[in-house]
């Protein structure tokens, strides 16, 4: 069956260090994106791509980078990870095509910067 | 820019009836989603309104009115697996969701 996976689900880093998170989708979508989810916040679009060599820049994009060299991977870096990047991250992706456009989670990665 | 609010909690009882409301403000529009997150888990969809109206799922239904920025999620027949958090979600120009909050639902016994 098609899916969304990401890798780790959960990582501890200490403040500084490079950390990238990994997100992996078998269903040949066009479009892919990352969210953090505080609480309080709810889900803030990070970066998304909507297609190979495409990345784009959401609301709260300052400390992360991606790079989409294929369809299925949407890989996320924290360049110098920072305390206040202690979150839980979900990738999602969708077809995009079609009036609705759904969005689909990956069950999400829990970080912790110390 | 985009403002969307929902309610923070929310208790009712197993059996009953919960309307989560939702009401937006957003520099473009095409179409809400209501997506549903258990503790711990990721969120999946629930259902999608372009149109003005009520759309049925089973015990769930969706409602939307463009003209007043405001939607709504009725959960019938309220069962203990409904407690969650139900965010709602507006689609801009683009493919971009632009999410609230979202409302914690407690189903007590």
């Known amino acids: 069956d098609a899916e969304i996976t990401q890798s780790p689900r959960h990582k501890i880093t200490e403040t500084g260090r490079q950390v990238t998170l990994a997100c992996h989708q078998t269903?040949?979508?066009?479009?892919m994106f990352w969210y953090r989810q505080d609480l309080g916040h709810g889900l803030r679009l990070i970066h998304y791509?909507?297609?190979?060599?495409?990345?784009n820049k959401g609301e709260v994009s300052d400390g992360y980078s991606v790079s989409r060299s294929n369809t299925e991977d949407l890989p996320l870096t924290l360049e110098s990870a920072a305390s206040s990047q202690t979150s839980v991250y979900f990738c999602?992706?969708?077809?995009?095509?079609?009036?609705?456009?759904?969005?689909?989670f990956g069950p999400g990665t829990r970080l912790t910067v110390l | 820019g985009q403002n969307i609010d929902q309610p923070t909690e929310m208790t009712a009882t197993e059996g009953a009836i919960v309307q989560i409301n939702c009401t937006y403000q957003?520099?473009?529009?095409?179409?809400l989603f209501w997506y549903q997150q258990h503790a711990g888990e990721a969120p999946t969809f629930l259902s999608y309104?372009?149109?003005?109206g009520l759309e049925e799922k089973g015990r769930f239904s969706s409602f939307l009115s463009r003209s007043k920025g405001y939607s709504y999620l009725l959960l019938k027949e309220l069962q203990m697996k409904d407690s969650a958090s139900y965010l709602c979600?507006?689609?801009?120009?683009?493919?971009?969701?632009?999410f609230g909050a979202g409302t914690t639902v407690t189903v007590r016994a």
């Open positions: 269903w040949n979508h066009n479009n």
């Open positions: 979600a507006v689609k801009d120009g683009d493919y971009k969701l632009s």
């Open positions: 791509s909507y297609g190979v060599q495409d990345t």
């Open positions: 309104n372009v149109l003005d």
């Open positions: 957003t520099s473009g529009f095409n179409g």
């Open positions: 999602a992706s969708s077809e995009g095509t079609g009036e609705s456009d759904t969005q689909y």
